[in-house]
T-cell receptor, first 113, second 109 residues
């Protein structure tokens, strides 16, 4: 089934540890995004990539890094996790064009203790 | 600054009609999206409006007034499965999405 796959589904992580959240899509979408979703707040963009080989910073990029080596994969890395990074993380992709809807993965629920 | 306002929670009865409002302030405007998100799941696309007026798609309709910075999502013939959060998102002049916190819709039998 075409779509976006995120892994892991959930994770409990000790503060200070490094963690990579994986995201893979098979729709050949050029644009990919990482969002975090926290209770009472709208989705906040962490990083994005308009095409393979390029990345950009979103609204809340500090403490996170991304890479886009190919079209399909867009991993998100937390170099040294902190409790404020406890959140649900969604990866999304879209076709080209400003009005193209986002397709979301099922999310990763991350708890940093 | 840029922001989106939508009610935190609404309650409606099965079979009825409900209107979820959204007001937005953005630097430029390139359209407004509505997404549905069931608890514990990913958001899924419902509608996109860029011109003034009403877009109808089955039981769901979305309305936009650019001059008022206002949109609403209209859900008719409510079903229990419509219990979900509804997210409003406006696209600014840089094609960045500004998201509301979502409206949790509770459907009662």
């Amino acid at each position: 089934i075409a779509g976006i796959t995120q892994a892991p589904t959930s994770q409990i992580l000790a503060a200070g540890r490094r963690m990579t959240l994986r995201c893979t899509q098979d729709m050949r979408h050029n644009a990919m995004y990482w969002y975090r979703q926290d209770l009472g707040l709208g989705l906040r963009l962490i990083h994005y990539s308009n095409t393979a080989g390029t990345t950009g910073k979103g609204e809340v990029p500090d403490g996170y890094s991304v890479s886009r080596a190919n079209t399909d994969d867009f991993p998100l890395t937390l170099a040294s996790a902190v409790p404020s990074q406890t959140s649900v993380y969604f990866c999304a992709s879209s076709d080209e064009g400003g009005n193209s809807p986002l397709h979301f993965g099922n999310g990763t629920r991350l708890t940093v203790t | 600054g840029q922001n989106i306002d939508q009610p935190t929670e609404m309650t409606a009865t099965e079979g009825a009609i409900v209107q979820i409002n959204c007001t937005y302030q953005t630097s430029g405007f390139n359209g407004l999206f509505w997404y549905q998100q069931h608890a514990g799941e990913a958001p899924t696309f419902l509608s996109y409006n860029v011109l003034d007026g009403l877009e109808e798609k089955g039981r769901f309709s979305s309305f936009l007034s650019r001059s008022k910075g206002y949109s609403y999502l209209l859900l008719k013939e409510l079903q229990m499965k419509d219990s979900a959060s509804y997210l409003c998102a406006a696209m600014d002049s840089n094609y960045q999405l500004i998201w509301g916190a979502g409206t949790k819709l509770i459907i009662k039998p």
